[in-house]
Nanobody, 127 residues
Framework: QVQLVESGGGLVQAGGSVRLSCAAS????????MGWFRQAPGKEREFVAAITWSGSSTHYVDSVKGRFTISRDNVKNTVYLQMNSLRPEDTAVYYC????????????????????WGQGTQVTVSS
């Protein structure tokens, strides 16, 4: 079992930056691919970014490419989402998730492929 705890959300002005962190418990974190998802008010949860267990490969939804960067530190059992040039439409609750297929180099944007989820952290971007 892996527990995920997100942090780093808050209120930021458009054009600003925020870095989200997702701290994981358990010794198997380093073997899992990780993803970030978000859910805006009145909308379904959507994929944002994912990273392989080694950090060698990443994938992003088109709307955040060039602005967001996903990374991980397997020593600290933490995955990050650096968000730059934020826009009001980035306002959402952001969730991290773990895919427990150990050492898989496949990245998924489908929520059902992820086994563990955090509780979410709110990011609000004001115009």
């Amino acid at each position: 079992q892996v527990q995920l705890v997100e942090s780093g959300g808050g209120l930021v002005q458009a054009g600003g930056s925020v870095r989200l962190s997702c701290a994981a418990s358990g010794r198997t974190f380093s073997s899992y691919a990780m993803g970030w998802f978000r859910q805006a008010p009145g909308k379904e949860r959507e994929f944002v970014a994912a990273i392989t267990w080694s950090g060698s490969s990443t994938h992003y939804v088109d709307s955040v490419k060039g602005r967001f960067t996903i990374s991980r530190d397997n020593v600290k059992n933490t995955v990050y989402l650096q968000m730059n040039s934020l826009r009001p439409e980035d306002t959402a609750v952001y969730y991290c998730a773990a895919d427990r297929r150990s050492y898989s180099n496949r990245l998924y944007y489908i929520q059902d492929k992820y086994d563990y989820w955090g509780q979410g952290t709110q990011v609000t971007v004001s115009s």
